[in-house]
């Protein structure tokens, strides 16, 4: 089966990336996926034709590579001088640090916006914070644009072009300590650690500044009232803006061969009957909730109980409702 050319060129990036010294032309064609393995029981001159089709293939993918900026290096083998091998060292790829201003972060928040359910989507979304993260308060620009309240709203998008203008947010938010409500922010900043998500602001019903975590957004946010209605307090940087959340840890059974992304960040500890049973350090209840809810039965939770106690209760209530999706539709 052909291979699209964009996959060719995405195992080629990955195959040269984790080469330990080189990849040789003979070595590039016989094990990246895209490119046709020299077959046996050719004849001379359709072993040729296939060679030229190889060469003329990888000298596009080399150009497509250096065009996008990849540095490609050409790597030649001390001992045989006339063997030339090919290799991308990731550390030159990283990028230098780059400074938005709020509106040019704010461009960038509407464009991830628009990309929402496309490929690009989550990778936007996650560009976009991390951008948003390391952006400094800085005097507004104004925008020609506005934020879109609508159901496809990016919540990130929308807190970050909403700093830019200086205008409040509201959402519906649950927490495990004050439970679900609506909050008015004024936010300062949006924060990635790890693979989470916060907005750090104002809290205008308790007064005070608050750190609220994206995944816990209900529904849409909206911004709300005038613009240029607060000003950004001076903030540290980044990371310090997050309070430390304390990592916990659950013992969970999993069946064999059953949750693999769980097994790799879990240290055994033993089986029980047809259970494989695991340490897993966490932070947040509801990450590894839906951890064990996706695995439908597969998993479970042994500790802690408030832990074991949520995933019955959302189970529970996931199987109640198909049960009167079910009965809605007569099929009951």
């Known amino acids: ?9 995405l195992n080629l990036i990955i195959a040269l990336t984790h080469a330990r010294v080189r990849m040789t032309r003979a ?11 020299p077959q046996h029981g050719l004849t001379p001159e359709e072993s040729r034709r296939k060679e030229a089709a190889f060469e003329r293939m990888f000298e596009r993918d080399k150009d497509e590579l250096r065009r996008m900026g990849i540095p490609l290096r050409t790597v030649v083998d001390p001992t045989h001088g006339d063997e030339i091998g090919y290799k991308i060292d990731a550390s030159d790829a990283a990028m230098p640090a780059i400074d938005f201003t709020p509106a040019e972060a704010a ?6 916006e628009y990309w929402q359910g496309a490929t690009l989507g989550p990778d936007a979304n996650q560009g976009l914070t991390k951008i948003a993260s390391a952006t400094e308060a800085a005097p507004r620009t104004p925008l020609s644009l506005g934020a879109r309240a609508s159901s496809r709203s990016d919540a990130t998008a929308v807190i970050v072009e909403a700093r830019a203008r200086r205008q409040a947010v509201q959402f519906e938010y649950t927490s495990e300590r004050s439970g679900h409500a609506t909050r008015t ?8 650690r790890g693979s989470a998500e916060y907005v750090v602001g104002l809290d205008r019903d308790k007064g005070e500044k608050r750190t609220f975590r994206l995944r816990r957004i209900h529904g849409t946010v909206r911004a709300v009232g005038p613009e240029n209605s607060y000003e950004i307090p001076t903030l540290p940087h980044g990371r310090g803006q997050v309070e430390a959340v ?3 840890t659950a013992r969970i059974g999993l069946r064999p061969e059953a949750g693999n992304a769980l097994r790799q960040r879990a240290v055994a500890a033993g089986s029980v009957g047809d ?9 947040y ?7 064990v809810l996706a695995l439908a039965g597969r998993a479970r939770v042994i500790s802690p109980e408030s832990l074991a106690a949520d995933v019955r209760s959302h189970a529970q209530a996931a199987l109640a409702a198909a049960s009167a999706s079910l009965e809605g539709d007569g099929r009951g």
Not at 286 to 291: C, G, I, L, N, T
């Open 107 to 112: 461009a960038i928040a509407l464009a991830a």
């Open 275 to 283: 259970w494989d049973i695991f340490d897993v350090e966490y932070r």
């Open 27 to 37: 070595q590039i064609r016989a094990s990246v996926a895209g490119y046709e393995a």
């Open 1 to 9: 089966m052909a291979v699209d050319p964009a996959e060719r060129l």
């Open 185 to 192: 922010v004024e936010p300062w900043q949006v924060v990635l």
């Open 285 to 291: 209840d509801d990450q590894v909730r839906d951890e």
């Open 246 to 248: 304390p990592i916990r």
